[in-house]
């Protein structure tokens, strides 16, 4: 989990090459920042059930954390449990950002778009799921030929 590494302040976007994932030089607080401009519309549509499972995954969440989040009886509505979860990522820094991200990139995508201004990358389960295997197949095969092109320009030059 979380993308960023070899020290270099995390966020992630989607890369040339089939979903590769890149890592990009944004400060956490930066990342936070953009979240926060957007709690209000976050808080309305994520369910944290959705979130928890992979947070935990990662560790950025523990078996108490989950707990509260999603049974607590002072948590009356799934808007004040999903501010609780950010509450709860931002107390984590820079790891809980990139993991909040990386789920919110995969179960929001469009959430995500509006978070960080960059394309989701494309998920090979999500495209199984939504497609089947043609349409998984299709998309590696058009990875394939854009790597074709990316190497034939290389060689070119």
């Not at 993308?3 to 956490?28: F, T």
């Not at 994520?46 to 954390?65: F, G, H, N």
């Amino acid at each position: 989990c979380g993308r960023s590494g070899g020290g270099v302040s995390g966020g992630v976007s989607g890369g040339e090459g089939g979903g590769v994932p890149a890592v990009v030089c944004v400060d956490a607080d930066q990342l936070w920042e953009k979240v926060e401009c957007k709690r209000h519309e976050l808080t309305r549509a994520i369910s944290p059930a959705k979130l928890t499972p992979y947070l935990r995954q990662c560790k950025v969440l523990d078996e108490q954390d989950e707990d509260e989040i999603l049974n607590s009886m002072l948590l009356a509505s799934k808007a004040i449990r999903t501010s609780r979860l950010l509450d709860i990522l931002h107390g984590k820094g820079e790891r809980g950002i990139v993991s909040f991200l990386e789920s919110l990139e995969f179960h929001y995508p469009e959430l995500y778009k509006k978070v960080t201004g960059q394309e989701p990358t494309p998920r090979l389960s999500t495209i199984v799921v939504e497609e089947g295997h043609e349409g998984l197949t299709q998309f590696l095969m058009n990875e394939v030929v854009k790597l074709q092109h990316q190497t034939r320009a290389r060689t070119m030059q």
